[in-house]
C-alpha cells in the first residue's frame, strides 16, 4: 500500500500553482485569486460568485424557436487555458513555467529535461462540473513537451499523487526498463517516489504519453496522458528520405527529397521555416463524471464548447465568451493540428472540419501524407497524426469543426476556427 | 391479556409516587417540563460544541429525485427537482438526449443551488416531438447525473377556463351522475328483508373493501417516485391510519353522543354521511388520476373511459343509502348532500390533479381514502352486526364477494 501523504500533495500542488501565478506575474488585471479561483474547491461551481460573468452567460437566451444548444455559462475556474494549452509546447529551452526543463549536451548529444510530477486535482470540464483528475503538473492533458529526432527526453518524474503511477511513452523505445510499465523497469512508482526516465526521441512524428498503471482504463480516463511531439530532423531526412515516405525507395528522386527536407523544416521548430506554421495541439478526451462507463463530455483539450462561441441565436449571429470562443486562426498562415485520441471508453473518435478539406499524416511519421484531401479523419485510442489546413482561399468567418461522432460532439467536442 | 395483569402492580406504584410526593418537593409542572428544557441544553452544547466534527468521515452522496415532468407547449419541458439529500446541490448543465443544452431554473431562489429539501423547475426550451421518447439528465457540479425519461410526450394542457369546465363535466359523468342513479335503488332497498339488506350492505362492504385495495396498491406505487426524504411509503401508511383513526374518532363520539340519548346521532344516517365520506375522498383519489393524466397529456376521453367510470361508480349509490333504508326516509336534501359528497370529489380531484399535480399529493390523498374506506368498512359491519347478530353469514359473505367481483369486473372497463 502506497502511503498517502496529502500534505506533501497539497504542497506540491502549491508549488505549482505558484509557479503558475509566476507566470502570469507579468499581467496586472489578473491576481492571483483569480488564477486560484475554484482550484481543487469543491463548490466553487456554486452559482452567483462571479456576477460579471453571469451577466455574460449565454444561458438564459432562448429566444431561438428551437431552444439553444450548448452549455451553459461560462467557466470560472481559469487555472487551465485551453487557448493557452493549445499553442504551448515544452521544447527544454522554452516551455510552461509550471514545468520546470532545460536543455543541455551531453555525449554529443542533445538532452531535454523535464520534471513531471503527478498530482490530485479538482478541474473543470465543462461550466460549473468539477472532474477529481490524477494530472501530471496540475493539468489534463498534460504538458505538451517537444524535441527533435535523436535527441535525449529525460523526464524526472515525481507521483504525489494517492496512487501509483508511470510514465508510458509511444516512441520507439529500445530499452524496456524505460517503457513505464507495472512490469518492467522501476514498474509502478507509489506516492512520493521518483524516478528518472530516458527515451530518445524516435521516430519523428506525434505521439503519445500516459500513465500505464492498472486499471488502465482508470489511470487514462482519469487525466494522465499528453502529447511528445518529435520534430523531423532535416539533415537526417536528407540522408534517409525513404525513412519519410511510404514510396519504395528506388521511387525517390533529388526533386523529391528536396520536398521532403523543405517540409521537415516546416516542422522542426528550431527551423526558421517552422515561424511560419500557426501550429495548435489538440488532445481529443472524454470525462466520464457518473462512473457508468459512459463519458458525460467530451471536448479537444478538456473542457467542453471552450472553442465553441459564447452566445449565439441560431440565427447566425454569434459573440465569443470570455472563456468559449472560437479559435482565431490567420487565412494567410499555414495551420498544423498535433492531434491525438485520449479517449477512454468509447473505441474511436474523429475530426472533420466544415467547408474545408485536408491533408493527413498518420502519426506523423511521413513527410507526405497518408490521407490525401479529406474532411473527415477517424482516430483509435492513442492513434495521432498531424492534420495540414489551408484557410487562403476561404472568406473571413466561423468554420465548425468537430468529432463527427454527434453525440461526441453535443457533448462538448465542437469547436470553431474564426478565420480572420 | 396475560400482560396487563403483570403490569398491574408496576402501574400501581407509579401512582402512588405521583400522587404522594415530587422528588426535591419540585412542582409538578417541574417535572413535566425538565425533560424537554434538559434536552434544548444538550442539543444547544451539541451545536456549540460540535463534538462530532472531528469523526465526520466522507460527504454524503447527492441526491435529487424529478418526481414529474409538464410539457407546457411543444417546445418547453419543465422537470420538477426535489433535493433529498442532506447537502446541497448545484445543477451545473443539462443533457436533452445526451447534448447539453440551454436551461433555467426557476423557484430555487434566483440560483442553481438546492438547498435540502428545496424543489425547483428546471425549464429547457427544447422542441420536442410527440411520441418521441425524450431523455432528460441534470448534471450536479460534482459531475452526478439524475436522468428521467419522458415516455411518448404529449403536451399537457395548461391552465384554462376550458379545461376547468372540462374537468368538471368529466367528473359530473364519473363521478355525481352514477353515484345519484345508484341512489336510486333507495326506495327498493326499503321494500327488501332484513336479510337481503344487510346483504346489500355487505355488497357495498365488499365495493369499499376493493377500492381499499385498488387505491392502497396504486398510493404505494405512486410511492415510489416520491423524493426520498418525504420517506413516500411511510407517508402513505401514516395517510391510511391517520384517516382510519381520524374517521374512527368521529365515530366513536357519534356513539357517545347516541349513549347519551341524541337521537339524531343513532340514526343510519350517521353511517350513511360517513360512507358517503369515505368514498368521496376515494372518488377524489379517483379525480387526481383523470386530472393528472390529463395534465400530462395522457387521457384519451373516449366514451369507453367514462362507461367504464360509470359502471364502476354506480355500484357507490346503493352502498351510501343503503344504511338508511331502515329509518324514516330523511329529507330529500340530505340525498343530494350525500351524493355531492361522494361524486362532486372527482371534480375537485380532476382540478387538483391537473394544476397543482404532485406524486406526494397524489400518493397522500389515496392513502386518505383508503383509511376512510377501511373505517366505513368496519362501520358497516358493526351495523349489520347490532341489528342481526351475525357478519359472517352465508349471504352476507356471498354479497361481500360479488361486491368485490363487481368492482374487479368493472375496473377492467377502466383504463387509465
Known amino acids: 500500500m502506497p502511503r498517502i501523504d496529502y500534505g506533501r500533495a497539497a504542497e506540491i500542488t502549491e508549488q505549482l500553482e505558484n509557479r503558475l501565478v509566476g507566470s502570469l506575474g507579468g499581467e496586472t488585471t489578473v491576481d492571483r485569486r483569480t488564477v486560484l479561483g475554484g482550484l481543487g474547491v469543491a463548490g466553487s461551481a456554486a452559482l452567483g460568485l462571479g456576477s460579471r460573468r453571469s451577466e455574460a452567460s449565454a444561458g438564459h437566451d432562448d429566444s431561438g424557436d428551437h431552444g439553444n444548444f450548448g452549455a451553459v455559462d461560462e467557466y470560472r475556474d481559469t487555472h487551465f487555458d485551453p487557448h493557452e494549452f493549445l499553442t504551448t509546447f515544452n521544447t527544454g529551452a522554452d516551455g510552461q513555467q509550471s514545468v520546470p526543463q532545460r536543455i543541455y549536451e551531453e555525449d554529443g548529444r542533445t538532452v531535454r529535461e523535464f520534471e513531471l510530477t503527478a498530482v490530485d486535482i479538482t478541474i473543470q470540464i465543462a461550466p460549473g462540473i468539477e472532474f477529481e483528475a490524477w494530472a501530471f503538473n496540475g493539468q489534463v492533458p498534460g504538458p505538451t513537451l517537444r524535441a527533435v529526432e535523436g535527441d535525449l527526453i529525460r523526464v524526472e518524474f515525481k507521483n504525489v499523487g494517492a496512487h501509483a503511477h508511470t510514465i508510458h511513452p509511444h516512441l520507439k523505445n529500445v530499452d524496456p526498463a524505460m517503457d513505464g510499465i507495472p512490469q518492467n523497469g522501476p514498474g509502478v512508482l507509489d506516492t512520493d517516489e521518483s524516478f528518472t526516465y530516458e527515451w530518445i526521441a524516435q521516430p519523428a512524428g506525434v505521439h503519445f504519453y500516459h500513465c500505464h498503471s492498472l486499471p488502465l482504463k482508470e489511470h487514462v480516463h482519469r487525466g494522465l496522458y499528453g502529447m511528445i511531439i518529435v520534430d523531423p530532423d532535416p539533415e537526417r531526412v536528407r540522408e534517409n528520405p525513404s525513412d519519410y515516405v511510404t514510396d519504395h525507395p528506388s521511387q525517390i528522386t533529388p526533386a523529391m527529397t528536396d520536398d521532403l527536407v523543405a517540409e521537415a523544416e516546416t516542422r522542426n521548430h528550431e527551423s526558421a521555416a517552422n515561424d511560419d506554421v500557426n501550429e495548435m495541439v489538440m488532445v481529443m478526451n472524454g470525462f466520464d463524471t457518473n462512473f457508468d462507463g459512459e463519458n458525460e463530455v467530451y471536448a479537444a483539450n478538456t473542457r467542453a464548447f471552450a472553442y465553441g462561441v459564447g452566445k449565439t441565436d441560431a440565427k447566425g449571429n454569434w459573440e465569443a465568451g470570455e472563456t468559449k470562443r472560437p479559435i482565431q486562426i490567420d487565412r494567410n498562415e499555414r495551420q498544423r493540428v498535433y492531434l491525438v485520441n485520449a479517449t477512454e471508453f468509447d473505441p474511436i473518435n474523429s475530426f472533420h472540419t466544415h467547408s474545408q478539406f485536408f491533408d493527413y499524416y498518420d502519426h506523423g511519421t511521413t513527410l507526405t501524407a497518408t490521407k490525401q484531401t479529406v474532411d473527415t479523419i477517424i482516430q483509435a485510442q492513442a492513434q495521432r497524426g498531424i492534420i495540414e489546413l489551408d484557410y487562403s482561399d476561404h472568406q473571413p468567418g466561423l468554420y465548425m469543426f468537430h468529432a463527427h461522432q454527434s453525440e461526441f460532439a453535443e457533448l462538448g467536442w465542437m469547436s470553431f476556427f474564426e478565420v480572420v | ?416
Open chain 2, 1 to 416: 391479556m396475560s400482560d396487563k395483569t403483570t403490569d398491574l402492580p408496576a402501574d400501581g406504584t407509579v401512582q402512588s409516587e405521583t400522587a404522594t410526593a415530587q422528588p426535591f418537593g419540585l412542582p409538578r409542572w417541574v417535572s413535566a417540563v425538565l425533560p424537554i428544557a434538559l434536552l434544548v441544553v444538550v442539543l444547544g452544547l451539541f451545536v456549540l460544541t460540535s463534538p462530532l466534527a472531528g469523526i465526520q468521515g466522507g460527504e454524503p452522496l447527492p441526491d435529487a429525485t424529478i418526481t414529474h415532468t409538464t410539457l407546457p407547449s411543444d417546445d418547453t419541458a419543465v422537470l420538477h427537482v426535489t433535493n433529498n439529500g442532506p447537502e446541497e446541490i448545484t445543477i451545473a448543465q443539462v443533457l436533452v438526449d445526451d447534448a447539453y443544452w440551454n436551461f433555467q431554473v426557476e423557484g430555487a431562489g434566483g440560483d442553481r443551488t438546492l438547498a435540502p429539501r428545496e424543489s425547483a423547475r428546471v425549464v429547457v426550451p427544447y422542441n420536442w416531438n410527440p411520441g418521441w421518447d425524450l431523455h432528460l439528465n441534470l448534471v450536479l457540479s460534482d459531475g452526478a447525473t439524475v436522468g428521467h425519461t419522458i415516455v411518448a410526450p404529449q403536451s399537457s394542457p395548461g391552465f384554462s377556463a376550458d379545461i376547468l369546465w372540462t374537468l368538471a363535466l368529466i367528473g359530473l359523468f364519473v363521478g355525481v351522475i352514477p353515484v345519484a342513479l345508484g341512489m336510486l335503488w333507495f326506495p327498493f332497498l326499503k321494500t327488501i328483508s332484513d336479510r337481503a339488506l344487510h346483504g346489500v350492505l355487505l355488497f357495498a362492504a365488499g365495493v369499499l373493501g376493493f377500492l381499499a385495495f385498488d387505491a392502497g396498491f396504486e398510493a404505494f406505487e405512486l410511492a415510489e417516485r416520491i423524493p426520498g426524504a418525504y420517506e413516500g411509503n411511510l407517508l402513505v401508511v401514516f395517510g391510511i391510519v391517520g384517516a382510519l383513526l381520524l374517521v374512527q374518532t368521529i365515530s366513536a363520539w357519534r356513539e357517545g353522543r347516541a349513549a347519551a340519548g341524541d337521537s339524531r346521532a343513532s340514526s343510519g344516517l350517521w353511517i350513511a354521511y360517513l360512507v358517503a365520506i369515505g368514498i368521496g375522498l376515494h372518488n377524489l383519489a379517483e379525480g387526481l388520476a383523470i386530472g393528472s393524466s390529463f395534465a400530462l397529456g395522457r387521457v384519451s376521453l373516449g366514451a369507453f373511459l367514462v362507461i367504464g367510470f360509470m359502471l364502476h361508480n354506480v355500484t357507490e349509490g346503493p352502498a351510501v343509502v343503503a344504511p338508511v333504508a331502515r329509518d324514516e326516509r330523511p329529507a330529500l336534501w340530505h340525498f343530494v348532500a350525500l351524493g355531492v359528497l361522494a361524486g362532486a370529489p372527482v371534480i375537485l380531484g380532476g382540478w387538483i390533479g391537473s394544476f397543482a399535480y404532485s406524486p406526494t399529493v397524489g400518493a397522500f390523498f389515496l392513502a386518505i381514502g383508503v383509511g376512510a374506506i377501511l373505517q366505513v368498512v368496519w362501520e358497516i359491519a358493526g351495523m349489520v352486526r347490532e341489528a342481526d347478530g351475525r357478519v359472517g353469514s352465508a349471504t352476507n359473505l356471498l354479497a361481500f364477494l360479488i361486491g368485490f367481483a363487481v368492482m374487479y369486473a368493472t375496473d377492467l372497463f377502466v383504463v387509465l
